[in-house]
């Protein structure tokens, strides 16, 4: 799993790789944003047949 951040032009500021763990479980990640803006974040996830599905997290980071 992948949990990527991006700025608000859509343009990757950071990405974490998760590994492959099971459903339901919480992670936790710390990350100091370098510049202001808004940034929202996109978790991807891959199965064992490689199929890929990423899901649009409605919260954002607004950093002034």
Same mark, same amino acid.
């Given at each position: 799993?992948?949990?990527?951040?991006?700025?608000?032009?859509?343009?990757?500021?950071?990405?974490?790789?998760?590994?492959?763990?099971?459903? !339901?479980?919480?992670?936790?990640?710390?990350?100091?944003?370098?510049?202001?803006?808004?940034?929202?974040?996109?978790?991807?996830?891959?199965?064992?047949?490689?199929?890929?599905?990423?899901?649009?997290?409605?919260?954002?980071?607004?950093? !002034?």
């Amino acid at each position: 799993m992948v949990l990527v951040v991006k700025n608000r032009r859509g343009k990757v500021a950071k990405s974490f790789s998760l590994g492959a763990k099971t459903a !339901r479980v919480w992670y936790r990640v710390k990350w100091t944003p370098t510049a202001r803006g808004t940034y929202t974040y996109v978790t991807q996830a891959k199965d064992l047949a490689g199929n890929k599905q990423s899901k649009a997290v409605a919260a954002r980071v607004v950093v !002034r």
